[in-house]
């Protein structure tokens, strides 16, 4: 029997919860507010020009609050193009959590279907971590680990969690093995599934604006979880460094977003000290060691700076963009953990800049780092 598109839709899943909540639905009274929205205040980002960069001209920036929706019922289906659809018990899309991000216009695929295919019916109660940049590293860590620790403090059981399909290899699998999610309680999103639970259990998602890109940030029960789960309190230790390691992050094994003159870079960092590292070569208990023992890190803007996470308070970070690309979002990570935050724009010519917002249209371009300019941003930095 084929299903029924849904019938309406709930702006965010917050909408659901007051819905169920007034109707008394079975579970409404699991869905309280777990954490309150939080503001943090921001430091000043350290650059060489005489004016900062507007992407850094703000004082604060605010997390939403966070809690855990319980569907009684509730479908999730998969469209072809891979995009989910999480649906309530009265035949609602809940838009927050099923698009994941911001689009003028967008149209969901589930409204372009004439019905649905028929759904398989589980007695478990069923997570949804599925994540639409589930691929890259700091959203990994950001917007799907980190959300398993609403799923534990609700108190809701949870039998089945819903992962994309990333397979076995890698730091998806290594995460989830830290944190005792094993193969047997791992349900593979794909491509036309529609699933219906005894219970849907889906936590709160910041959407993403992607125009214009807006950064979320892990707020500050995020950083603590992924600390306690995936950080050894004797990690720093056991390296024999005494957290006095220097670090250049190279993204010589990146498609996009690489260090043009990284050879040149790369030597002048040596004669400081620094060490030359590809986080993508190495096991994230490598990576989480090799951030927890930095006293210095310099950087590309990509997805291992994730691992400022579990950086020591007074690590000096000095992060690399290119002209048209400058992503705060590693800025207010520092905030978050005490780390003193510097930043050096590449070489090339610069768009006019209007909002100050980020043109996710020109994350693939190339840095040229200015090697006078890095030394001069190294004394800033008192390295």
Known sequence: MRERIPDGVYESLWSWVEASRSTKLPGHELQ????????IRLDRAIGLDAHRHPNFDVDAATAEKAFVGVLPGGRYWVSDDGTIAVISTDNKLIWDVSMQYRLPRIRHPVFQKP????????????????????????????????????????????????????????FHAETLAALGIGEDRIIRSRNGMHLQAERLIVPSLEMYSLLP????????????????????????????????????????DARLRNVANEAEVAEMLSSYGFKAVTLGRMTVAEQVRAFATAEAI?????????????????????EFYSPNYVNPLYWYLSNQVGVRYFYLIGQGDRLPIGSGAVDVGYRVESITVDIEELEAMLKRMGV
């Open 32 to 39: 309280d507010v777990l954490y309150a929205e939080d503001t």
């Open 213 to 252: 890109y807006v950064p979320n940030f892990p707020p500050k029960w995020a950083i603590r979880y992924l600390r306690s789960k995936l950080m050894d309190s004797d990690l720093a230790a056991s390296s024999g460094s005494g957290g006095r390691e220097r670090l250049y992050i190279s993204r010589g």
């Open 115 to 170: 019905d649905l295919p028929p759904v398989a019916y589980t007695a478990d109660n069923v997570a949804v971590l599925t994540y639409v940049f589930y691929d890259n590293y700091y959203h990994w860590l950001a917007e799907v680990l980190a959300r398993i620790h609403l799923l534990d403090r609700s108190g809701v059981r949870v039998d089945k969690y819903i992962f994309n399909d990333f397979g076995t290899a890698g």
């Open 298 to 318: 310099v950087a590309p803007h990509g997805a291992g700076l994730a691992n400022l996470v579990f950086c020591r308070p007074g690590t000096r970070l000095l």
